[in-house]
């Protein structure tokens, strides 16, 4: 019997420290406010073995028909810093009573993307943690075009992207996202090249809670956009949170204030 004991205490003693090894080749990671409505494609400095899943629906209204849309993420780290995800977006829209003969968009799957993200750079002295990303895009036709004209793709986005966070003291976050976006579609003349500007601050506090504001910033065919985002996020268990966020664009725009949720579980 004691020798059994003996060996069950070696095996603890074992384990513990296999396990303190472990954690201590883990490379550093520093919690930042991941923005909700630009999110990343991971967490910064992620480790290998995270996954997460994020739901979101949104509401947004034009001055001709309303929007209801949403999305569904899959997050995962393949090694320590190196973060993939797949996301898929759908929308549906509607003619306000008002105006029932204006064009308005037809339903859809917008498309279907697949996004790398490199945290290059962690910085326990600085607190910023610097990374790269590539985001790849397949956009569908609406469900009208692909039942009555057969076609299915509408083009493809590539999208380099630049990510600088850093936290300033306890509870503030600062966040870059940025990078520009060519987009191919059939046709003589569809193809153009975009830019991509987000920047956003958030004060956090303990148990994964905080408030804050994104300025969205989007450069197409037709120029610059510009929405901001307040938004907030609360935790519901360790690994549940939600997230609400308002839309409120800026500039001469027929777009009005939209409302977004976003369910986020870490698995």
């Known amino acids: 019997m004691r020798k059994w004991i003996l060996l069950m205490l070696l095996l603890s003693i074992l384990k513990w420290s296999f396990a303190q090894t472990d954690q201590k080749e883990l490379p550093l990671k520093l919690k930042h406010a991941e923005p909700l409505y630009m999110d990343l494609i991971r967490d910064l400095g992620a480790h290998k073995g995270e996954k997460e899943i994020n739901v979101g629906l949104n509401y947004g209204r034009d001055q001709a028909y309303k929007e209801i849309g949403g999305f569904v993420e899959y997050e995962f780290a393949v090694a320590n810093r190196w973060g993939m995800e797949l996301e898929a977006d759908f929308s549906f829209y509607k003619a306000n009573h008002s105006d029932q003969l204006a064009q308005i968009p037809r339903n859809r799957v917008e498309g279907l993307k697949w ?13 910023t943690s610097m990374a790269f990303a590539f985001v790849h895009e397949f956009r569908f036709h609406s469900f009208y075009s692909i039942r009555h004209q057969h076609q299915l793709m509408k083009g493809t986005a590539e999208n380099p992207v630049f990510i600088v966070a850093k936290r300033w003291g306890k509870h503030f976050h600062s966040l870059v996202y940025t990078g520009p976006e060519w987009v191919f579609s059939p046709g003589k003349g569809n193809d153009y090249l975009g830019y991509q500007l987000h920047t956003s601050i958030h004060y956090a506090w303990n148990g994964g809670h905080f408030f ?19 938004q907030m996020k609360l935790a519901l268990a360790r690994n549940v949170a939600i ?13 009005k204030i939209s409302l977004m949720t976003r369910l986020v579980v870490e698995l």
């Open 115 to 127: 996004a790398n993200q490199y945290t290059f750079l962690v910085s326990d002295r600085w607190q």
């Open 212 to 230: 804050g504001i994104e300025c969205n910033q989007e450069k197409d065919m037709m120029g610059w956009h510009t929405v901001l985002h307040p």
């Open 243 to 255: 997230g609400l966020i308002t839309g409120m664009p800026l500039g001469n725009t027929t777009e």
